[in-house]
């Protein structure tokens, strides 16, 4: 089957497959968020894993394709192990499940499950049996010349929005993981200030717990809402600090802890303001794409930042 085609050819398979991806996945999404949603990793209309599950189908299929049952079992097997190993490589990558399985029947580690296995079995089949055949006339009926200039242009844009997105993808990682910090971080402070008998004034209360359930939408503007968050773990953060310094003038609290403790609290204003309205909007661009992803390391710190991006599910 690898002889078929040339590589240009290849590469315009895949594209064609990953936007038939494209166009299902969104249209799929977009029905059940009830509002369009440009599905996938990627800003343009190309899902990836569908070109390559695709191409991979038609290189790997093609010597069983005479035989129903044993074109259905070859084509699941390969793309769910598509599946898994991608889903898989992401989340170690990224932090985040770009889609998740373990809600459904007979998942595995919830990259994979049994229903999505099937459909990839029956999609195996149409590809070969119906698809194929005109999607491959229209490819190998442009010229050598043509078919590479196009397979060209495509790449490069292709890699342009690679580089794009997955800048992107790693904001979201590194706010992920500076909110969960801070939380932990602000969470320690806490502890240190009740065991030492001193409980936080109720504004700071009201700004802790306006962390995870930011009130204002600030008539949809993020900046707005953002800077509102900052305020209120500003106010929080300082209530902390000056409640360390009267414990440690107080006695009640060791000069050894109080000035570690201090340093924190100046860590975490610093961090905050490293954490820019346009990483936030870079990482609620790949939530919006993608509205059923999920992470088990930082599920508190995903929810935060839903609710300040205006990216909930």
Request: hydrophobic share 45%; with cysteine; charged share 20%.
């Amino acid at each position: 089957m690898l002889g078929l085609y040339t590589l240009p050819q290849w590469v315009l398979l895949f594209f064609s497959y990953g936007f038939l991806g494209w166009v299902w996945e969104s249209g799929y999404v977009s029905v059940r968020q009830k509002h369009w949603v440009n599905r996938g990793f990627l800003h343009g209309p190309v899902i990836p894993i569908y070109g390559f599950g695709a191409v991979a189908i038609l290189a790997l299929c093609a010597p069983v394709a005479g035989s129903l049952p044993m074109l259905f079992f070859s084509g699941m097997f390969w793309a769910t192990a598509l599946e898994y190993a991608t889903g898989w490589a992401m989340e170690r990558m990224f932090h985040v499940r770009y889609w998740d399985y373990s809600k459904e029947k007979w998942n595995l580690n919830g990259y994979i499950c049994l229903m999505a296995s099937l459909c990839w079995g029956v999609f195996s089949v149409l590809l070969l049996r119906v698809i194929q055949p005109p999607v491959a006339g229209v490819v190998t009926g442009l010229s050598g010349p043509a078919a590479a200039m196009l397979a060209a242009a495509l790449t490069l844009t292709f890699a342009a929005d690679v580089i794009a997105s997955t800048r992107e993808a790693l904001d979201l990682r590194r706010l992920l993981e500076q909110l969960s910090a801070s939380r932990e971080q602000i969470a320690r402070l806490q502890r240190r200030l009740e065991i030492a008998g001193v409980f936080l004034q109720q504004d700071a209360r009201d700004a802790l717990d306006g962390l995870r359930k930011e009130g204002e939408r600030a008539a949809g503007v993020v900046s707005l809402r953002l800077e509102a968050a900052r305020e209120r773990r500003r106010r929080m953060l300082w209530q902390m600090s000056r409640q360390l310094e009267q414990l440690r003038r107080e006695g009640k609290l060791h000069p050894g802890l109080a000035g570690p403790d201090q340093k924190a609290i100046q860590r975490e204003l610093s961090a905050m303001h490293r954490r820019t309205d346009e990483m936030y909007r870079r990482a609620a661009r790949v939530l919006q794409r993608n509205p059923g992803s999920t992470t088990s390391l930082h599920p508190e710190a995903m929810e935060e930042l839903r609710t300040l991006t205006g990216s909930e599910q």
